[in-house]
């Protein structure tokens, strides 16, 4: 069975940063398209990083590229998002999405990913 649980949602002052984690179990990432997505109140969920570790190949959406890195710990069957220069409109609820049949480029569109965490919360603040 396939199961994702996030960590690390926390409050924190813009130009801050957090890490999240994404503990994956039921299935091997190597073989599945990985990432990042964001949710807030009246918007659709929105992809925001993408990796397949298989390959190495990751996606990053506009609006977090060059602050957001997703990377990959086998070992621990783990992924992360190492977030920077938080600014207040990354707050929302941040979900890890799975899928054993999407690649990296179907990350602007969640719905190709059928495995969800439970989310948990960013808010950027001062």
């Known amino acids: 069975q396939v199961q994702l649980v996030e960590s690390g949602g926390n409050e924190v002052q813009p130009g801050g940063s957090l890490r999240l984690s994404c503990a994956a179990s039921?299935?091997?990432?190597?073989?599945?398209?990985i990432g990042w997505f964001r949710r807030v109140p009246g918007k659709e969920r929105e992809g925001l990083s993408c990796?397949?570790?298989?390959?190495?190949?990751?996606y990053y959406a506009d609006s977090v590229q060059g602050r957001f890195t997703i990377s990959v710990d086998s070992a621990k069957n783990t992924i992360y998002l190492q977030m920077s220069s938080l600014k207040p409109e990354d707050s929302g609820i941040y979900y890890c999405g799975a899928d054993r049949w999407a690649r990296v480029r179907d990350c602007p569109h969640p719905i190709m990913f059928n495995s969800w965490g439970q989310g948990t919360q960013v808010t950027v603040s001062s």
């Open positions: 039921g299935f091997t990432l190597d073989h599945y398209a």
């Open positions: 990796i397949s570790s298989g390959d190495g190949h990751t």
